[in-house]
């Protein structure tokens, strides 16, 4: 079996508690470094997940041939040269979401990755939840019959010890639209199999939003077959639990605790057979995307969500920020919707 030997970019918090669990559970993966801008916040990491080295030294790391693979869950705004560093360095690209802060900046991304011949995937783990396979499996099938209307329930509270840069950086790509509305325009496409074609969006900020960073938003996004989106996604929100709602023609689907890291969540679906709960064999979602990703890598299999998802997802959640500050409807660009990467 052909190992996958990974280096970490980024002493991230989605590293610790989930990334480096994810890596280390597949049979073909291990973890050889890990790549801070801190030393001793590098050697820590490393000690406490018994990975054998820490360097701040990108591009000593990235010239080891050793190195295989990179997962770069560093803060946003580090996204772009990152990538850029490992694709001409030519190893494979996991990076986090959003994939960065402009879509000129994620088409850099691709392109890069495409010219050294690299997989660029982006870390959206929502549809790699049993859940929402599950509801793509039944509106494939016809389960609602045309899907005419979803709805999103995103609202929750941000942790305090995430209450950083996501509530007070602007340049870091804080604010809950590309952290949270990211995730919401990713699982749509997956679920719906199609592309928003233009969003609305209102915003509220204040309550944890500092220097006016955006904290809560209700959007609606049409998607280019009809289906019309509400999204409601924020930081403030403690008590609300999260879930997703797909009404077509005939049936409704609801999904409930979906909108998570978690492996967990219920499916209930609603027809004129009347209601029936729907069995999803739950599935850690990040050992789900990694073992995808080490399937590109080997097998020329697609990752889970490739470099062109998290571009649709974030020129989406781009467009709902433009909507939100000009107050009108924005079109969202079409560039490599052709592609069919979902
Ligand atoms: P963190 O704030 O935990 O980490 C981001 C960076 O902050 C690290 O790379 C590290 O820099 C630096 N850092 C970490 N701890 C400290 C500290 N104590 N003092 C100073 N700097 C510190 O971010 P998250 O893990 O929440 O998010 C990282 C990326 O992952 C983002 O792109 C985010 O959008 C994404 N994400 C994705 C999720 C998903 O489910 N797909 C879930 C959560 C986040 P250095 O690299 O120099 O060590």
Redesign the pocket.
Known sequence: MTQIRWAL????????E?MVNAICSQPDGSIKTI????EI??RE?ARKHGIPSSSTDLAAVLADPAIDAVYI????E??LPQVLAAANARKHVLC???LSLSQEEAAQMIEACAANKVTLAT???LRCAASHRKMRDLIREGAVGTPLYVRVFHAVSLPPH?R???IERADA?GGVI??ISV?DVDTLRFLLDDEPFEVSAMTSSGTLGAAGLVDGVMGIIRFKRGVLAQIHDAFTVPYAPTGLEVHGTAGSLFARDVMT?HAVGQIELRSADGVRQIDVAHRDL?VTAVAQFHRAITDGQVPAATGIDGYRSLTAALALVQSAQTGEHVAVPSQYAQQKSV
């Open positions: 970019i980024g002493a991230s918090t989605i590293a610790d989930w790549v801070s801008g801190n916040r590098a990491f869950s560093s803060t946003n580090k996204h986090e979401k959003p870390n959206h783990h995430l950083g840069w996501r790509g590309l952290d995730h890291q990040y």
